[in-house]
């Protein structure tokens, strides 16, 4: 069960990367820098609508995967000892593996966004939303297996991976 969690956690953090990647014109696609988005000449203060496309889906695909994570660490907690160190534990490896595997995929876009030496707006959107977006994943697990650990220490009952009363 672990395994799939984890799996299932690394398909939807690599699909957020590479999706994010390609709807801001970072990969697969040619948009200069430069390049203006279409857009009326009245609405010249409206955001640009590539951005908002991108940031669409980088809250999308960052709940989603949050989620993922959520459930992954959430199931770690649940097979580690029943004790305040043991389950109090789980946010700290939470935060560190997700922290890890952010630095791993920022390096990468740093590789990819300088491989022609230069950075276009389309990679700076992409870097932008990405980090922000991790962020918010990393946010999401943290907080979700910490609160998890508190309610142990409160109660002396670990509630379940879905955070219901009634688990041991």
């Known amino acids: 069960e672990l395994m799939v969690a984890l ?7 690599a699909s957020l990367q590479l999706f994010l990647a390609f709807s801001a014109g970072a990969i697969g696609r040619a948009r200069e820098d430069g ?3 279409p857009k009326s000449t009245v609405a010249a203060v409206k955001a640009d609508p590539l951005e908002v496309r991108v940031k669409c889906w980088a809250v999308l695909l960052g709940h989603i995967t949050g989620f ?3 459930n992954f660490f959430a199931t770690l907690q649940q097979q580690v000892d029943r004790d305040t160190l043991s389950t109090g534990a789980v946010p ?7 922290f890890l595997l952010c630095r791993a995929t920022h390096d990468i876009r740093m590789e990819v966004i300088h491989m022609d ?6 990679e700076r959107l992409w870097n ?3 980090q922000e977006t991790e962020n918010d994943v ?13 309610r142990f220490v409160i109660s002396g009952k670990l ?3 879905e955070g219901e009363e009634g688990a041991s």
């Open 68 to 70: 993922a994570a959520i």
């Open 7 to 13: 799996v299932h956690m690394m398909v939807w953090y």
């Open 117 to 122: 030496e230069r950075e276009t707006s389309a």
């Open 35 to 37: 390049a203006q988005s």
């Open 92 to 98: 700290l490896i939470a935060w560190v593996g997700l």
């Open 159 to 161: 509630p379940s991976d």
């Open 138 to 150: 990393v946010g999401l697990a943290v907080a979700f297996v910490v609160v998890q650990w508190l």
């Open 128 to 130: 932008e939303c990405t």
